[in-house]
């Protein structure tokens, strides 16, 4: 059974900085592209970055290019989303998602497995 599990989301004024986190098996980072989605209340999941299995290419959305950082330690099974600069519009639920294919796409439909999701909160 695969297990994504986040955690670092929380509360944080607008201009701030905070960085979540995403811990998966061994077996899963050696398999599968990492990146991060997330959901506003009312909206569609959306897809907000995602990097290669071997750490080499990153991708991102449009919104959060300049201010966001991916990053995936393979020692510790571990990805890394670094926000900075965050604004109201980026209060959402982030979720770490694993995928085999198309981690560049931003197609949720292409996501393997699911984290529970962690909320981020940027207060104006």
């Known amino acids: 059974q695969v297990q994504l599990v986040e955690s670092g989301g929380g509360l944080v004024q607008a201009g701030g900085s905070l960085r979540v986190s995403c811990a998966a098996s061994?077996?899963?980072?050696?398999?599968?592209?990492m990146g991060w989605f997330r959901q506003a209340p009312g909206k569609e999941r959306e897809f907000v970055t995602g990097?290669?299995?071997?750490?080499?290419?990153?991708y991102y959305a449009d919104s959060v290019k300049g201010r966001f950082t991916i990053s995936r330690d393979n020692a510790k099974n571990t990805v890394y989303l670094q926000m900075n600069s965050l604004k109201s519009e980026d209060t959402a639920v982030y979720y770490c998602?694993?995928?085999?294919?198309?981690?560049?796409?931003?197609?949720?439909?292409?996501?393997?497995?699911w984290g529970q999701g962690t909320q981020v909160t940027v207060s104006s």
């Open positions: 998602a694993a995928q085999r294919l198309g981690v560049g796409s931003g197609n949720p439909l292409h996501v393997d497995y």
């Open positions: 990097v290669s299995r071997g750490g080499v290419n990153t």
């Open positions: 061994e077996r899963v980072f050696t398999t599968y592209a």
